[in-house]
Structures are given as structure tokens and as C-alpha cells.
């Protein structure tokens, strides 16, 4: 079953039994803080880089960069790619003999270090409109799942203070211990839908990054809500958004038992 309505922003409770929810950007305004954290990452190697006879310094784009390379991936997978598009590599580690040597892993553990000072500091906020959504849903018996990429999923739901509003959590812990591939892959969807017990035929997701809305539509799933907080809705509908809204709050609900 496919849902499609591009008038109308609904998420049709008589077809839907479950929602999986990406979480940064959609569930907690913590998009920026990775954006920012990996901003901070690249412009410090970028700038060495040029410094020691690399390519001259072009610092990593806070939109641009982030949405197109980085947004919604695991962690290395948006280090390689967003180093692959400026035609740089690096090892994933270093060799035992030159431990010094910049690597995957050192960019990966600065943008964390930088991330978790960043939410230590001032803390994690839901989006309103995302919990309100949420408490209707569980009402009405709809089984919901947090997707994330992120390995910071579960301290990240802790400091909103929103652990306890989803049956699964797939995150990106789970994703290196099953060995699951990266958004736009649709694993961690259909892992969740898995744990579920649920069909992605009657289920929708709901995804800020363009990524996360191509890993959907690959999954097949029912119906693919993009939330545009990026002015990208056309980019969004591109990677095969069945919707998107700029607020989760002006999506409606329809089906026999929904009520205002
Ligand atoms: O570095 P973490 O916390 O494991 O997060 C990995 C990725 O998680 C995704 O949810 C974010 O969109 C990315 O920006 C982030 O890089």
C-alpha cells in the first residue's frame, strides 16, 4: 500500500499502525549542534591541512556541506563522504608505528567531544510540536520507534527528558554492532520496523535530512513525512518525500478514531 497525498498534509490512522521518528532535527533541535560541532572539525583540519602545503582553505558550509554530506549519516560515513567531495581521503586509523597520523577516528572524536561539551552546557530541547504529536499517537495505540544515526541517541532523549515515549530505539550504537549500513541505506528503518513486528507497508517515517527521506522511500515504506526546518522542501520532495511540513504540528490526523 502506498500513501500519497501532496494537497493535503495527513497521516492516515485507518492505513498507519506505526511512525518511526528520525530524532535530530525532528524529535530535538540538535541538527545545529552537529552542524556547528562539525563545522568546528573540518575548518580546524581544512585550515592545517592548507597550512602544511594542502589545498588552499575553503571552510566546511554550515548548509550546504552538512545537508548534502553529512546530515543524518553515522558518524564516519559523513566524515569519508564529506572528505571524498573536497578529493581528500584518510586512513580509518592509524598505524601502530605512527600513532600521530590524522585519521577518520580523530575527526570523529573531536566532533563528539565538541557535540557533548556543546549538550553538557546547555542542555537538549524537544520540539514541541514533535511531543505533542507523539502523546496523540500513543493514544491511539500506534507504535512508535526513535531512528537515529546518532551514538548520542539514548543521552540525547535522556537531557530532553523523552526516554520513555517510544516502544524501540534503533540508534548508532546498534547500527556498528549489527553492522548496519548508513542512511540513505534503509536498514535502521526496516531494523525498526523489524523490532516492531510491523509492515513498512503500514508504516510512515518521519525525516529531516535528505538522506534519512531517501532511506524511506527505499524501504518502502507507506509514507515518508519530510520536516523541512532547512528551506529545503524541494530537495526533500527530490529524494522522494511523500509530504513535508515545515512544523510537525500542522500535519492532521484522519482515520475512524481520530478526533481533534
Ligand atoms: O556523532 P554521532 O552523535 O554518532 O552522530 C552521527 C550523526 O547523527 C545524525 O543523526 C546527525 O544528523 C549527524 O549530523 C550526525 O553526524
Known sequence: MTVRDTTRQVLPLD??????????GVITDTASVHAAAWKRTFDEFLLDL?????????????????????????????????LASRGLTLP????????????????????????????????????????????RLRE?????????????CAAVLRAAGISDLFDV????????????????????FLEAARRLD??????????????????????????VIGVDRAHQRAALYEKGAHIVVSSLASLELTGAEVSP
Open 198 to 223: 510491523v509492515s513498512p507497508a503500514t508504516t510512515a517515517v518521519v525525516e529531516d535530512s535528505l538522506s534519512g527521506v531517501e532511506a524511506g522511500r527505499r524501504g518502502g515504506f507507506a509514507l
Open 92 to 135: 580509518d586509523t592509524a598505524p601502530p608505528d605512527r600513532p600521530e597520523t590524522m585519521t577518520v577516528a580523530t575527526l570523529g572524536d573531536r566532533k563528539d567531544r565538541y557535540f557533548k561539551d556543546y549538550i553538557d552546557q546547555y542542555g537538549v530541547t524537544a520540539y514541541p510540536a514533535t511531543v505533542r504529536l507523539i502523546h
Open 15 to 24: 492505513r498507519i499502525t506505526a511512525v518511526l521518528f528520525d530524532m535530530d
Open 50 to 82: 592548507s597550512r602544511s602545503g594542502g589545498p588552499p582553505f575553503r571552510p566546511f558550509d554550515l548548509i550546504e556541506d552538512y545537508r548534502r554530506h553529512v546530515d543524518g549519516k553515522a558518524r564516519t560515513a559523513g566524515i569519508r563522504d564529506f
Open 140 to 152: 491511539r495505540g500506534i507504535r512508535l520507534a526513535v531512528v537515529s544515526a546518532s551514538r548520542n
Open 169 to 188: 530505539r534503533v540508534d548508532g550504537v546498534d547500527a556498528a554492532r549489527l553492522r548496519l549500513p548508513s542512511k540513505p541505506d534503509p536498514a535502521l
